[in-house]
């Protein structure tokens, strides 16, 4: 099924180019939407896993250079957020069923729906990195490198899965449904204040994310549920393991953004040092949404990511 958005008023860069294409599979009893952009003769696919809340057309821009540098993209829609299945009646509350599932749906669309000669590359962000670094720990051959913008491998503020934690949820089981403290549905004031935005401080990016959601209600997304956080933390635990981080051998770049007040750095540092193959790049300034910053930590990023590819088709 394809599935046709309203266009927003933003600059071009940022806006679907010609080869730009939205379909959709059934995975699990759940739709999921994901977007292509294939060129002639490329030197690879690009899987881009998107965060929290985001969709496909967040990252036109990023498509855009990696077309540019001779690769396909691929770009996901989880489930709950985007054009793909929500949980309930009120579209605005992101739950979970769990990140376990979330990698059977990268999977099955990269085996069934794509289904071209493996292994690829990967470029995840926030929540998508905590996912994609599962997949890699499921399925070691698949990728053959892997760039993540400031992974999700601890949530700021919030402890690890303790047994603390296991209570306080298990006692919260009734109101797995509800928002946690402070959420609420979605709204553009979330994003309104470029001077103190955690996310970024590029005003033309970061109006990106709420330029496609006014425009079309349909990506929407709230903010999350305590489901969402009860499985969140069950996958920051696994990951957080030696063990874990140790059996993943794909080359990686962590990018860590210095001003990141969404995940936890301290996590992302503690799993580049069990990485095998990890390369830790610090972005002096940059808010949580690398990619969407401004051109100068952007560009070292992508230099990076670039680079990492480049070396690994």
């Not at 292994?119 to 998508?128: E, Y």
């Not at 899965?161 to 928002?179: A, E, G, I, Q, V």
Request: glycine share 6%.
């Amino acid at each position: 099924m394809s599935y046709m958005l309203t266009l927003p008023t933003i600059e071009q860069r940022f806006l679907p180019p010609k080869n730009w294409r939205v379909d959709s599979f059934h995975s699990q009893h759940r739709e999921i939407f994901y977007r292509t952009a294939f060129i002639d003769a490329p030197k690879d696919i690009v899987y881009i896993l998107p965060g929290l809340s985001e969709f496909g057309e967040k990252y036109i821009e990023t498509t855009r250079d990696l077309n540019a540098k001779g690769f396909d993209v691929v770009v996901i829609d989880w489930a709950y957020q985007g054009l793909s299945h929500r949980y309930s009646s009120n579209r605005h509350k992101r739950s979970s069923d769990g990140i376990t599932l979330d990698v059977m749906d990268l999977h099955t669309l990269i085996t069934s729906q794509i289904n071209a000669p493996l292994p690829h590359l990967m470029l995840a962000h926030s929540m998508g990195g905590n996912i994609g670094l599962r997949y890699l720990e499921k399925y070691p051959a698949r990728f053959k490198a892997a760039s993540f913008s400031a992974p999700m491998l601890g949530i700021a503020g919030i402890c690890t899965f303790t047994k603390l934690t296991r209570l306080l949820l298990k006692l919260l089981t009734p109101f797995k449904n509800s928002y946690v403290p402070g959420g609420h549905d979605w709204s553009a004031l979330d994003r309104h204040d470029i001077l103190n935005n955690v996310f970024s401080h590029d005003k033309l990016r970061c109006e990106v994310h709420n330029a496609w959601m006014a425009a079309n209600p349909d990506l929407q997304v709230g903010n999350a549920t305590y489901r969402w956080l009860d499985h969140s933390l069950r996958s920051i635990s696994f990951l957080a393991k030696q063990k874990t981080l140790r059996s993943i051998h794909t080359p990686l770049v962590l990018g860590l953004a210095e001003k990141d007040t969404v995940v936890d750095n301290k996590a992302i540092i503690h799993a580049a040092a069990f990485l095998p193959n990890a390369h830790l790049e610090f972005l002096n300034g940059s808010g949580h949404e690398i990619l969407m910053e401004g051109d100068e930590i952007r560009d070292r990023f992508m230099d990076e990511t670039l680079k990492l590819f480049g070396n690994n088709l």
